[in-house]
């Protein structure tokens, strides 16, 4: 019988960019990171998929929470909305379940867990009343007919997401693919997700910063921020 996890027990990623990618953007555009400026004002913090089903399997993820709470803490002071995003519930298709077997398909849809959005969150995370809190109903939050974020952000006159969560290589990646796709302005950060290896959350570090946003540290993210204050 497998042993419960240690919820005690945390790790972060031996995480890196290629020098050669960045390389790569310094002759092309003269600087090495794509957005040297943060308007806190029209940035969103975007956290995906930070439940409980996630947080128990994986060091990885119990290592970002306290650079998430930072982040959101950061974000919400310099006037900046945070937006926490759960999957929801949906019936396993016929593909769902020849792909994945039926029961992993049964526990990926129900993986966000029940009841109101707010409380199905990790229980270590910093949520304030006046953040957003919505489902997604597939792997990106960008993806058409899956949240109400691309529209609640819109409507906030948000230009910029900093986008953190798990897992890196699937619905976070999934998530910045979708709104650079939108004309989003994005950055990953990329100790402040999770995956379960490193050559899996790099290899999405690697695509992100060659074609869809910007990679930043935590460190970094919170020093834009002060800067525009």
């Known amino acids: ?17 290629e020098e050669r990618e960045y390389a790569r953007h310094e002759a092309r555009r003269g600087r090495r990171h794509a957005y040297e400026h943060l308007d806190p004002r029209r940035t969103a913090l975007v956290a995906v998929d930070i439940v409980p089903f ?12 306290p650079r ?4 959101a803490a950061a974000l919400r002071a310099a006037g900046g909305v945070v937006a926490w995003v759960v999957p929801g519930y949906t019936e396993p298709t016929a593909k769902d379940r020849e ?3 039926d029961e992993v398909a049964e526990a990926y849809a129900r993986s966000g867990g029940e009841g109101p959005v707010a409380s199905r969150l990790h229980d270590g995370l910093d949520v304030d009343p006046a953040d957003l809190a919505v489902e997604k109903t597939m792997r990106g939050a960008w993806s058409p007919g899956s949240s109400r974020l691309p529209e609640l952000l819109a409507a906030r006159g948000i230009d910029t997401v900093v986008v953190t ?10 998530t910045v693919r979708g709104a650079s796709s939108a004309g989003l302005r994005v950055v990953l950060v990329a100790d ?5 290896r490193d050559r899996d959350h790099n290899a ?9 946003g910007d990679v930043r540290s935590t460190d970094d993210v919170l020093g834009l921020l002060a800067a525009a204050r």
Do not use: K, Q
């Open 68 to 71: 998430v709470n930072a982040l």
């Open 99 to 101: 792909f994945f077997g």
């Open 165 to 174: 969560g798990t897992v890196t290589n699937v619905c976070v990646e999934d």
């Open 204 to 212: 999405t570090l690697h695509v992100v910063h060659r074609s869809y």
């Open 54 to 65: 996630f947080v128990r399997e994986s060091v990885y993820v119990r290592g970002i929470v």
């Open 192 to 196: 402040a997700c999770a995956a379960m």
């Open 1 to 17: 019988m497998t042993p419960p996890p240690d919820l005690d027990d945390v790790a972060d990623h031996d995480w890196f960019v």
